[in-house]
C-alpha cells in the first residue's frame, strides 16, 4: 500500500515530524527552495509581461530526484514548508516539479510543530495559495529588477562589485541621514541640578530641577547654558527656602505587553542579549523545529517565529491560565483573559510568538540547551505567560517643592502587587524609589547642591533593535527581511556596527547619495512602504501581480535610462593636496576598503588612509615607519618590509608596484628576521602562452597550482589536475585540486561556479561497485586508517588501498 508524503522545509523538521506520525508516512526536506531565477542572466522577459525563467539551484538536483522518487511512489503529497510568502513559493516550485509524476498535491500549514497541529493540518489539506505565491513572485521580480539593472551604473560610478537593493537601499538612506543630522550637529552648553533635601521624616531624597522662572525644564535642555549662570544660581538657592508646594499620592497599574512578534523579539533580544537579528532568527529557528530535550525526544519549543500578529490561540490561552493558577495563584490571573488587537497593515496570518507548550518551563529544559537557546526560549516564555497575567499594581508619589526662581519635583515608586513583574527575570522591588512622609508647607533642609556642566548630544546612531523598530514603523520591509535587510547592509560594506550602533561607511555614503539623487522614488521611504502595501494586496487577491510590475516599470525604465547617462563618476574630492605632486586627494574605494587616493592618477600613484571625526573632518593616518628588516630584493635590489594580508605577515619589495618581489620569513629567538627559503618548484611543462617553462607551485593556503616561470610578464596558470573526470551527468570538467580559506585541501570541479561538484578527498576514476557512483575517493580516517571509499551519501563502499 503507498504512503503519503510530506515535503517540508528543513531537515530538522524530518525528525520531529516522523516522530509524530510513524510508519505511515515518508517525511522527507527540500533543504530550502530547489528553483530561482538564474544567476547569470536577469531571468525575467520584460518584454513579455514579466515572465520569469526558473532553473534548480545549482547543488540541488540530487535533491530533486530524490523528491521525484518518493512522489512517484506516494499516493498523496503534502507539501508542508513554513507558513508565509517564502514557503508558499517553495511549495509551488516543489509542485511544478513534481506534477510530472505525481499531480495528487495537497498543501498544509501549521504555526507549530506539534502532533496536534500536524494532523489537524492534514486534515484540513488545501490547494497551493496561488495570490500568495505571485506576491513573492513579484516581490522576487521587482528585487532582480532593481539589483540587476541599477548595479552595472554604480559599477561604473563607484565601484566594481558593488550593488543596490529595493529595501536594502532605502534603509541605508535611513543610516545615512541619521550620520548627516550628526555630523551637522552643534552642542550647545547647559548645567542641570540636583539638590539632597531633608524634611521631618528620614531618609533624604534627592529632587531634579523641574522649572525656572515658569518655564518647563526638560531632561538634557539649555535652560543654564553657561557657567556664570549656574554660579548665580547656585547662590541663590544656598541662601533661599526650599518649601513643599504639593504632595501627590495615587495608586497605578501596569499593564503587561503583548507576547512577541517577530520585530519586537528581535529587538528585546538585541537590547538585552546582543544577538544581532541574524542570529536571533536563527536560534528561533532551531527552537521551532525541534530541539533533543532527553526523554522526551526532538520537542518543537516555540510556534512559528515570522509573524506580525500579537493573536493567540484559545487553547494556548487556556494553558496559560492553568499554569499561572498553579504556579502563581489565583491572584495573579485577571478576572477577564487577556487579548490584544494586532496593529493595521499586519497579515495577522499567524499567531504570536510562544511557547508551544508553556508547561514545558526554561528551567526544565536548561540542561538540554545551549545557552543561547536557552535565553531566547526563557524570553519567549517570560513575555507570553506575563501577557495572561494580572497587571502590577504600584503607589506613586509626586512630590512638588518652590525655592528661589525654581520648582523642584521628586517621583517615588513603591509595587505594592508584581502581577505579571513576577514571571520576569525582575519582579521590580529592588528599584522602588521611597520618599519620606512630607505634608505640604514644610520647609526642607538643603544638604547638597550639585551641577554639572554638560553638552546636547548629537541624534544616537542606530541599534539593530532601533533599526528594527523603525523600519516596522515606517513600513519597510516585512518580518520575514529584516534580519536580511541588515545583513546585507554589512556584508556589502555600506555600514560597519561600532560599539553596537550603525555607521555608514564612506562606500554607503556615496551609493546612498547617489541613488537618492537619480533615483528619488526608489529610495522614497513613502514609496517603498506603499509597494509593500501593494504586495500585499496582491497576497490577498486584490491586485494583480503583472499590473503592479508594468506600473513599476512605467516610471522605472524612463528613471534607469537617465541615471545611465547623467550618473557621474564618483570622486570626491577633498581638501586635502598630495604631499607629492601638490594635486587634491580624493575618497576612493578598493578591495579592502576606502582611501584617499591622488587625482593626478596614474602619473601620481600616492595613496593614504584616512578617518573622519564625530563632524564629518577628514583626517589623514599616517603610516608608521616600516620596520628595518635588513632583506634586500634579490630582483630589483630594493629593501623589503613587513607586509600583511588576510593570510598574515609576508616580506614584500619596497618597490611595489614595479616590483612585486614577495618572500614568506620567520624570526629567531632574538627577533631577528630570516628569509625563508622556498624549494625549487617541479618543472612539469611548457608554457602555451610563451613558451616558458611550466612549473609547479603551491599557494598559501596549500594548494597546488601550475604557473608560468616568466611571471609577472607572462601571467599564465592553472589549477593542478587529478586526471578524474566531474562525476556528474553532463559536465565536461575535470576535478582539480583547491584549498579552502583555513588550509583545507580539497578537489572540486574545473567548471566551477558552473559546475559546484566538490569531494574533501583524493577522488579515483574508478566507478563503485556497489552504486555505481562514478568515482571513489582515496580517505584516511582512525578506525579504517588509509581506504578506498564510495563518496556517495548513503553507500557505504569501503575497500584497502593494497586491494
Same mark, same amino acid.
Given at each position: 500500500?503507498?504512503?503519503? !508524503?510530506?515535503?517540508?522545509?528543513?531537515?530538522?523538521?524530518?525528525?520531529?515530524?516522523?516522530?509524530?506520525?510513524?510508519?505511515?508516512?515518508?517525511?522527507?526536506?527540500?533543504?530550502?527552495?530547489?528553483?530561482?531565477?538564474?544567476?547569470?542572466? $536577469?531571468?525575467?522577459?520584460?518584454?513579455?509581461?514579466?515572465?520569469?525563467?526558473?532553473?534548480?539551484?545549482?547543488?540541488?538536483?540530487?535533491?530533486?530526484?530524490?523528491?521525484?522518487?518518493?512522489?512517484?511512489?506516494?499516493?498523496?503529497?503534502?507539501?508542508?514548508?513554513?507558513?508565509?510568502?517564502?514557503?508558499?513559493?517553495?511549495?509551488?516550485?516543489?509542485?511544478?516539479?513534481?506534477?510530472?509524476?505525481?499531480?495528487?498535491?495537497?498543501?498544509?500549514?501549521?504555526?507549530?510543530?506539534?502532533?496536534?497541529?500536524?494532523?489537524?493540518?492534514?486534515?484540513? /489539506?488545501?490547494?497551493?495559495? +496561488?495570490?500568495?505565491?505571485?506576491?513573492?513572485?513579484?516581490?522576487?521580480?521587482?528585487?532582480?529588477?532593481?539589483?540587476?539593472?541599477?548595479?552595472?551604473?554604480?559599477?561604473?560610478?563607484?565601484?566594481?562589485?558593488?550593488?543596490?537593493?529595493?529595501?536594502?537601499?532605502?534603509?541605508?538612506?535611513?543610516?545615512?541621514?541619521?550620520?548627516?543630522? =550628526?555630523?551637522?550637529?552643534?552642542?550647545?552648553?547647559?548645567?542641570?541640578?540636583?539638590?539632597?533635601?531633608?524634611?521631618? &521624616?528620614?531618609?533624604?531624597?534627592?529632587?531634579?530641577?523641574?522649572?525656572?522662572?515658569?518655564?518647563?525644564?526638560?531632561?538634557?535642555?539649555?535652560?543654564?547654558?553657561?557657567?556664570?549662570?549656574?554660579?548665580?544660581?547656585?547662590?541663590?538657592?544656598?541662601?533661599?527656602?526650599?518649601?513643599?508646594?504639593?504632595?501627590?499620592?495615587?495608586?497605578?497599574?501596569?499593564?503587561?505587553?503583548?507576547?512577541?512578534?517577530?520585530?519586537?523579539?528581535?529587538?528585546?533580544?538585541?537590547?538585552?542579549?546582543?544577538?544581532?537579528?541574524?542570529?536571533?532568527?536563527?536560534?528561533?529557528?532551531?527552537?521551532?523545529?525541534?530541539?533533543?530535550?532527553?526523554?522526551?525526544?526532538?520537542?518543537?519549543?516555540?510556534?512559528?517565529?515570522?509573524?506580525?500578529?500579537? =493573536?493567540?490561540?484559545?487553547?494556548?490561552?487556556?494553558?496559560?491560565?492553568?499554569?499561572?493558577?498553579?504556579?502563581?495563584?489565583?491572584?495573579?490571573?485577571?478576572?477577564?483573559?487577556?487579548?490584544?488587537? *494586532?496593529?493595521?497593515?499586519?497579515?495577522? /496570518?499567524?499567531?504570536?510568538?510562544?511557547?508551544?507548550?508553556?508547561?514545558?518551563?526554561?528551567?526544565?529544559?536548561?540542561?538540554?540547551?545551549?545557552?543561547?537557546?536557552?535565553? $531566547?526560549?526563557?524570553?519567549?516564555?517570560?513575555?507570553?505567560?506575563?501577557?495572561?497575567?494580572?497587571?502590577?499594581?504600584?503607589?506613586?508619589? *509626586?512630590?512638588?517643592? &518652590? /525655592?528661589?526662581?525654581?520648582?523642584?519635583?521628586?517621583?517615588?515608586?513603591?509595587?505594592?502587587?508584581?502581577?505579571?513583574?513576577?514571571?520576569?527575570? @525582575?519582579?521590580?522591588?529592588?528599584?522602588?524609589?521611597?520618599?519620606?512622609?512630607?505634608?505640604?508647607?514644610?520647609?526642607?533642609?538643603?544638604?547638597?547642591?550639585?551641577?554639572?556642566?554638560?553638552?546636547?548630544?548629537?541624534?544616537?546612531?542606530?541599534?539593530?533593535?532601533?533599526?528594527?523598530?523603525?523600519?516596522?514603523?515606517?513600513?519597510?520591509? =516585512?518580518?520575514?527581511?529584516?534580519?536580511?535587510?541588515?545583513?546585507?547592509?554589512?556584508?556589502?560594506?555600506?555600514? =560597519?556596527?561600532?560599539?553596537?550602533?550603525?555607521?555608514?561607511?564612506?562606500?554607503?555614503?556615496?551609493?546612498?547619495?547617489?541613488?537618492?539623487?537619480?533615483?528619488?522614488?526608489?529610495?522614497?521611504?513613502?514609496?517603498?512602504?506603499?509597494? +509593500?502595501?501593494?504586495?500585499?494586496?496582491?497576497?490577498?487577491?486584490?491586485?494583480?501581480?503583472?499590473? !503592479?510590475?508594468?506600473?513599476?516599470?512605467?516610471?522605472?525604465?524612463?528613471?534607469?535610462? @537617465?541615471?545611465?547617462?547623467?550618473?557621474?563618476?564618483?570622486?570626491?574630492?577633498?581638501?586635502?593636496?598630495?604631499?607629492?605632486?601638490?594635486?587634491?586627494?580624493?575618497?576612493?574605494?578598493?578591495?579592502?576598503?576606502?582611501?584617499?587616493?591622488?587625482?593626478?592618477?596614474?602619473?601620481?600613484?600616492?595613496?593614504?588612509?584616512?578617518?573622519?571625526?564625530?563632524?564629518?573632518?577628514?583626517?589623514?593616518?599616517?603610516?608608521?615607519?616600516?620596520?628595518?628588516?635588513?632583506?634586500?630584493?634579490?630582483?630589483?635590489?630594493?629593501?623589503?618590509?613587513?607586509?600583511?594580508?588576510?593570510?598574515?605577515?609576508?616580506?614584500?619589495?619596497?618597490?611595489?608596484?614595479?616590483?612585486?618581489?614577495?618572500?614568506?620569513?620567520?624570526?629567531?629567538?632574538?627577533?631577528?628576521?630570516?628569509?625563508?627559503?622556498?624549494?625549487?618548484?617541479?618543472?612539469?611543462?611548457?608554457?602555451?602562452?610563451?613558451?616558458?617553462?611550466?612549473?609547479?607551485?603551491?599557494?598559501?593556503?596549500?594548494?597546488?597550482?601550475?604557473?608560468?616561470?616568466?611571471?609577472?610578464?607572462?601571467?599564465? /596558470?592553472?589549477?593542478?589536475?587529478?586526471?578524474?573526470?566531474?562525476?556528474?551527468?553532463?559536465?565536461?570538467?575535470?576535478?582539480?585540486?583547491?584549498?579552502?580559506?583555513?588550509?583545507?585541501?580539497?578537489?572540486?570541479?574545473?567548471?566551477?561556479?558552473?559546475?559546484?561538484?566538490?569531494?574533501? &578527498?583524493?577522488?579515483? &576514476?574508478?566507478?563503485?561497485?556497489?552504486?555505481?557512483?562514478?568515482?571513489?575517493?582515496?580517505?584516511?580516517?582512525?578506525?579504517?586508517?588509509?581506504?578506498?571509499?564510495?563518496?556517495?551519501?548513503?553507500?557505504?563502499? *569501503?575497500?584497502?588501498?593494497?586491494?
Amino acid at each position: 500500500m503507498p504512503k503519503d !508524503l510530506i515535503i517540508v522545509e528543513s531537515p530538522a523538521k524530518v525528525k520531529t515530524i516522523s516522530k509524530f506520525l510513524g510508519k505511515d508516512y515518508m517525511v522527507d526536506a527540500s533543504v530550502g527552495h530547489v528553483r530561482d531565477l538564474p544567476t547569470r542572466d $536577469l531571468g525575467v522577459d520584460e518584454e513579455n509581461d514579466f515572465a520569469p525563467h526558473y532553473e534548480i539551484i545549482q547543488g540541488k538536483e540530487d535533491v530533486v530526484k530524490r523528491l521525484k522518487a518518493a512522489a512517484k511512489k506516494a499516493d498523496t503529497v503534502y507539501l508542508a514548508p513554513d507558513p508565509d510568502r517564502e514557503g508558499e513559493a517553495i511549495a509551488w516550485h516543489v509542485a511544478e516539479l513534481l506534477r510530472p509524476v505525481n499531480d495528487n498535491i495537497r498543501r498544509i500549514q501549521f504555526n507549530e510543530i506539534t502532533s496536534r497541529a500536524v494532523k489537524e493540518a492534514l486534515a484540513h /489539506a488545501q490547494d497551493l495559495n +496561488e495570490n500568495l505565491f505571485d506576491s513573492q513572485q513579484a516581490r522576487r521580480i521587482l528585487d532582480r529588477l532593481v539589483g540587476y539593472k541599477i548595479s552595472p551604473i554604480l559599477w561604473k560610478n563607484v565601484k566594481r562589485g558593488i550593488s543596490a537593493g529595493r529595501v536594502q537601499s532605502v534603509a541605508l538612506k535611513i543610516l545615512v541621514e541619521r550620520e548627516k543630522e =550628526r555630523r551637522a550637529f552643534k552642542a550647545d552648553e547647559y548645567w542641570p541640578f540636583k539638590v539632597l533635601l531633608a524634611g521631618g &521624616n528620614p531618609p533624604p531624597f534627592w529632587m531634579d530641577l523641574h522649572k525656572l522662572e515658569g518655564k518647563a525644564v526638560k531632561p538634557g535642555a539649555n535652560h543654564i547654558s553657561t557657567a556664570s549662570e549656574a554660579e548665580a544660581l547656585q547662590a541663590l538657592l544656598e541662601q533661599g527656602a526650599f518649601t513643599v508646594d504639593s504632595v501627590q499620592e495615587k495608586q497605578r497599574k501596569r499593564q503587561p505587553l503583548p507576547p512577541y512578534i517577530t520585530s519586537t523579539l528581535q529587538q528585546d533580544a538585541n537590547r538585552r542579549m546582543g544577538y544581532s537579528a541574524k542570529r536571533t532568527m536563527s536560534i528561533a529557528q532551531r527552537l521551532y523545529e525541534g530541539v533533543e530535550l532527553g526523554s522526551r525526544g526532538t520537542t518543537a519549543l516555540i510556534t512559528y517565529m515570522r509573524t506580525d500578529s500579537v =493573536r493567540i490561540a484559545k487553547e494556548a490561552q487556556e494553558a496559560a491560565k492553568e499554569l499561572i493558577l498553579e504556579m502563581f495563584g489565583a491572584d495573579y490571573y485577571p478576572s477577564k483573559t487577556r487579548n490584544f488587537k *494586532t496593529k493595521g497593515g499586519a497579515q495577522d /496570518a499567524h499567531e504570536a510568538i510562544r511557547p508551544v507548550d508553556v508547561a514545558i518551563t526554561p528551567e526544565s529544559v536548561k540542561s538540554f540547551l545551549p545557552a543561547e537557546q536557552y535565553k $531566547l526560549y526563557r524570553l519567549i516564555w517570560q513575555r507570553f505567560v506575563g501577557s495572561q497575567m494580572a497587571s502590577a499594581t504600584f503607589w506613586d508619589t *509626586t512630590v512638588l517643592v &518652590n /525655592a528661589p526662581q525654581t520648582v523642584w519635583r521628586a517621583k517615588g515608586e513603591r509595587l505594592l502587587f508584581a502581577g505579571f513583574l513576577a514571571a520576569m527575570d @525582575k519582579a521590580g522591588s529592588e528599584d522602588d524609589v521611597e520618599l519620606p512622609k512630607l505634608h505640604e508647607g514644610e520647609v526642607l533642609q538643603l544638604n547638597e547642591l550639585k551641577k554639572e556642566q554638560k553638552f546636547t548630544q548629537p541624534p544616537p546612531r542606530y541599534s539593530e533593535a532601533s533599526l528594527v523598530k523603525t523600519l516596522e514603523e515606517l513600513g519597510i520591509g =516585512r518580518p520575514s527581511t529584516y534580519a536580511a535587510i541588515i545583513s546585507t547592509l554589512i556584508d556589502r560594506e555600506y555600514a =560597519r556596527l561600532e560599539e553596537k550602533r550603525f555607521v555608514p561607511t564612506e562606500l554607503g555614503f556615496t551609493v546612498s547619495d547617489q541613488l537618492s539623487e537619480h533615483f528619488q522614488a526608489l529610495m522614497d521611504v513613502g514609496f517603498t512602504a506603499q509597494m +509593500e502595501s501593494l504586495l500585499d494586496d496582491v497576497a490577498d487577491g486584490k491586485k494583480n501581480w503583472g499590473e !503592479l510590475l508594468r506600473d513599476f516599470g512605467g516610471d522605472f525604465y524612463p528613471t534607469l535610462e @537617465k541615471a545611465r547617462t547623467e550618473m557621474a563618476r564618483s570622486q570626491q574630492v577633498t581638501d586635502i593636496n598630495c604631499d607629492q605632486c601638490g594635486k587634491p586627494m580624493a575618497i576612493k574605494f578598493g578591495k579592502t576598503g576606502e582611501f584617499l587616493g591622488c587625482t593626478g592618477f596614474p602619473t601620481c600613484r600616492n595613496i593614504k588612509n584616512f578617518t573622519r571625526d564625530e563632524e564629518g573632518h577628514i583626517h589623514v593616518v599616517e603610516r608608521e615607519k616600516p620596520e628595518d628588516t635588513g632583506v634586500i630584493c634579490e630582483k630589483c635590489g630594493r629593501p623589503m618590509a613587513i607586509k600583511q594580508s588576510r593570510r598574515g605577515e609576508f616580506l614584500g619589495c619596497t618597490g611595489y608596484p614595479d616590483c612585486k618581489s614577495i618572500v614568506n620569513f620567520t624570526r629567531d629567538e632574538e627577533g631577528n628576521i630570516k628569509v625563508v627559503e622556498s624549494e625549487k618548484p617541479e618543472v612539469v611543462g611548457v608554457c602555451p602562452d610563451c613558451g616558458g617553462e611550466l612549473l609547479l607551485k603551491k599557494a598559501r593556503t596549500g594548494s597546488r597550482f601550475i604557473a608560468c616561470s616568466n611571471y609577472p610578464d607572462c601571467t599564465y /596558470a592553472a589549477p593542478y589536475s587529478t586526471g578524474v573526470p566531474c562525476p556528474r551527468e553532463g559536465c565536461t570538467g575535470e576535478l582539480v585540486e583547491k584549498s579552502s580559506r583555513r588550509g583545507k585541501i580539497f578537489y572540486s570541479c574545473s567548471e566551477y561556479p558552473k559546475c559546484d561538484y566538490a569531494v574533501w &578527498n583524493w577522488p579515483i &576514476n574508478e566507478h563503485c561497485p556497489k552504486c555505481d557512483h562514478p568515482i571513489l575517493v582515496r580517505k584516511t580516517t582512525r578506525d579504517k586508517g588509509d581506504h578506498i571509499a564510495c563518496p556517495k551519501k548513503g553507500c557505504d563502499y *569501503t575497500r584497502p588501498v593494497d586491494e
